[in-house]
């Protein structure tokens, strides 16, 4: 029931109800003050909280005892971190999700193409991952979307299915240009703050600390110092018996459209 499609007709009715009210003067008008405040601090906390799939649905994670995990890098692809982190995870033998923004594979087509031949899954991240992309419209989203999996497609011949949204926000906008693009929307459930925080050491305990099994963990390979971050993860998750498994296992989502 807490859904953005439920919401909205109950705040209108709200609104009405209260202006029928005010009207026949049974109750003050500044009433109406009320559900304008109470709505809108709602979807400010929602659009920022993917995982309660409020606006659309988001897979954030697995609900199981199986003692597996997927690793996520967004923002990218980066012409020097990102090679540096494929060597790595083809090292460990891990094969990752990587959400790409398509303004940036226009100069890093040979590393999309990498990322793809090492096994990975290559993801939507927006054409533009603008600041204010939250308050883009439809239209103007539809557009991100279509542009970035087209570019994708020319490059490693598969359109993605999957979507993550930047900064994890949502809003009905988005919802609905995720819903005309047929796309899958995967957030996460740990989050690892690698952009914000230099300290490595920091970052590999906060996602030690957050991990347990079917967790959907997220990185970017835009960051300088991932590989160290990883060096400090990688090892003792396995030690605690976690195996690394692709989103699209995880989600049992088919990762390429068609
Ligand atoms: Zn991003």
Request: charged share 25%.
């Amino acid at each position: 029931m807490f859904k953005y499609r439920y919401i909205r007709p109950l705040y209108y009715f709200a609104l009405c109800i209260i202006s029928v009210l005010a009207y026949f003067k049974v109750i003050s008008f500044f009433y109406i003050l009320f559900p304008i405040v109470l709505y809108f601090t709602l979807m400010a906390v929602c659009s920022a909280k993917i995982e309660w799939g409020f606006f659309v649905e988001a897979f954030c994670g697995k609900a199981t005892n199986e003692k597996v995990l997927a690793l996520t890098f967004d923002d990218g692809p980066d012409k020097e971190t990102t090679p540096i982190l494929l060597d790595y995870l083809k090292q460990e033998q891990i094969k990752a999700c990587f959400f790409c923004i398509g303004d940036k594979i226009e100069s890093s087509e040979k590393i999309l193409k990498r990322i793809n031949e090492d096994g990975h899954i290559i993801g939507n991240h927006t054409f533009s991952h603008a600041n204010l992309i939250d308050f883009y419209p439809e239209k103007k989203l539809d557009l991100e979307l279509n542009k970035t999996n087209k570019i994708i497609k020319s490059v490693i011949g598969k359109e993605p299915n999957f979507f993550r949204p930047p900064y994890g926000v949502t809003t009905p906008a988005f919802a609905r240009a995720i819903t005309n693009t047929k796309m899958k929307v995967i957030g996460w459930n740990v989050r690892s703050f690698d952009t914000i925080n230099k300290e490595s050491k920091e970052v590999a305990e906060r996602v030690l600390k957050k991990s347990i099994a079917g967790s959907v963990i997220l990185f970017h390979d835009t960051t300088p110092h991932i590989v160290d971050i990883l060096r400090m993860v990688i090892p003792e998750l396995r030690n605690r018996g976690f195996k690394f498994v692709s989103v699209e296992e995880l989600a049992n989502l088919k990762a390429y459209k068609n």
